[in-house]
Nanobody, 120 residues
Framework: QVQLVESGGGLVQAGGSLRLSCAAS????????MAWFRQGPGKEREFVAR????????AYADSVKGRFTISRDNAKNTVYLQMNSLKFEDTAVYYCAAGMGWPPSTYDYWGQGTQVTVSS
């Protein structure tokens, strides 16, 4: 049963913007912190951003602060990642995840991933 579905990836030039979407089941969306992770070529998966399900407090990796914004639409059970001022090093497969917040090992639900490629 697929419970997280990402969309919105693609190819963009450096300095450009993309918005990723992740549609979740209602049960997951109303229970868990939603987050984005990414895995670049030859790299380990890393945390990007999360938004707590009850407090709506957001947290970001230092590498994306000021450029990326995570948001939630409760009516659509969807979480977004707005990515601005994209850099070549943002190239990665981006994964949506649902879990207890921190650490990353607490995330039990994962999407299939969506590719983001930033050309320099």
């Amino acid at each position: 049963q697929v419970q997280l579905v990402e969309s919105g990836g693609g190819l963009v030039q450096a300095g450009g913007s993309l918005r990723l979407s992740c549609a979740a089941s209602a049960r997951i969306f109303s229970t868990y912190t939603m987050a984005w992770f990414r895995q670049g070529p030859g790299k380990e998966r890393e945390f990007v951003a999360r938004k707590n399900w009850s407090t709506y407090i957001s947290a970001y990796a230092d590498s994306v602060k000021g450029r990326f914004t995570i948001s939630r639409d409760n009516a659509k059970n969807t979480v977004y990642l707005q990515m601005n001022s994209l850099k070549f090093e943002d190239t990665a497969v981006y994964y949506c995840a649902a879990g207890m917040g921190w650490p990353p090992s607490t995330y039990d639900y994962w999407g299939q991933g969506t590719q983001v490629t930033v050309s320099s």
